[in-house]
Each structure stands twice: as structure tokens, then as C-alpha cells.
């Protein structure tokens, strides 16, 4: 597999249900999921067998300029397991942001299992995740 968006989160940019600099956004390590472009929310990874390792992390600072989504660098408390994880990050909010809503409403993003690091193969204690600082950071449009 290779890094990729979920169907639903594209096609929600385009309606207005996803919006990047309103909505709170996460980061999880998972386990054991198999990516599914039909997939459209967070309790469809854990019902496919998708295992969250440790809580998920805010993106603090969400920017979009020039049509590139990016966030500050995260820090996640994970426990240890010998299983490759990958990283979802989903839409974890309303789209005006706000709280948490449930696992069931949480639309997925995108899904990252190749790049520097990656896959991930966690210990216990804290797992760094920096994004990018390339052209296209964390997402790029177009």
C-alpha cells in the first residue's frame, strides 16, 4: 500500500463536511487495518480489525495556504507491540470544531504507511510524529 485519502474525505472538502482550518483533526497509530478507500469513518478501521495503539493526538496549529495542509509536529503515548502500525488521521470533531463527537461520526482523512519511519513499530512511552516540510506537508491539493 501506499500513502493515500479516503474517498469520503475528498469528496467532503467538495460539500462542505470536512474543513480544514475549522474542525479538529487527529492522529492515531493503528494496527492490523488494511486500507479501504470506501471506508468513511473512524469505528469502520476498528470494525475492519484496525487497533488503535495508545490515544490519539490533536494537530495543533492546523494551517491551509496555497491550497497545502499542514500542522504542527504531534507526540503520542503508545505501548509497546511487535505489529507494524500505520497513521489515520480523521476528522475527530464537527466540521465547525468543537468536541469530540462519536467514533461513529469521525470521518477519516488519510492513511499513511509509507514514508520516513514508517511503518511504525512502537515501544512503550512517547512516539514523535513529524510531518513533512516538503511542498506538500501533511496534504496537498491538487
Not at 470536512?18 to 492490523?32: C, N, P, R
Not at 504507511?113 to 512517547?126: H, K, Q, R, S, Y
Request: hydrophobic residues 45%; negative net charge; charged residues 10%.
Amino acid at each position: 500500500m501506499t500513502n493515500a485519502s479516503f474517498t469520503s474525505f475528498r469528496n467532503g472538502i467538495m460539500t462542505g463536511l470536512v474543513d480544514l482550518d475549522t474542525a479538529v483533526f487527529k492522529v492515531a497509530v493503528v494496527a492490523g487495518y488494511t486500507f479501504n478507500a470506501a471506508h468513511v469513518f473512524l469505528s469502520e478501521v476498528i470494525a475492519a480489525s484496525g487497533i488503535v495503539n495508545g490515544t490519539a493526538a490533536t494537530l495543533t496549529t492546523p494551517t491551509v495556504v496555497a491550497g497545502v495542509f499542514d500542522a504542527d509536529d504531534v507526540t503520542i503515548t503508545t505501548v509497546s507491540s511487535a505489529n507494524p502500525h500505520s497513521l489515520i488521521v480523521y476528522q475527530a470533531s464537527a466540521v465547525t470544531g468543537g468536541a469530540d463527537v462519536a467514533s461513529s461520526a469521525q470521518r477519516l482523512c488519510w492513511f499513511f504507511d509509507t514514508g520516513g519511519n514508517l511503518p511504525i513499530v512502537p515501544g512503550a512511552g512517547t512516539l514523535t510524529i513529524t510531518w513533512p516540510n516538503t511542498s506538500g506537508k501533511i496534504y496537498k491539493v491538487g
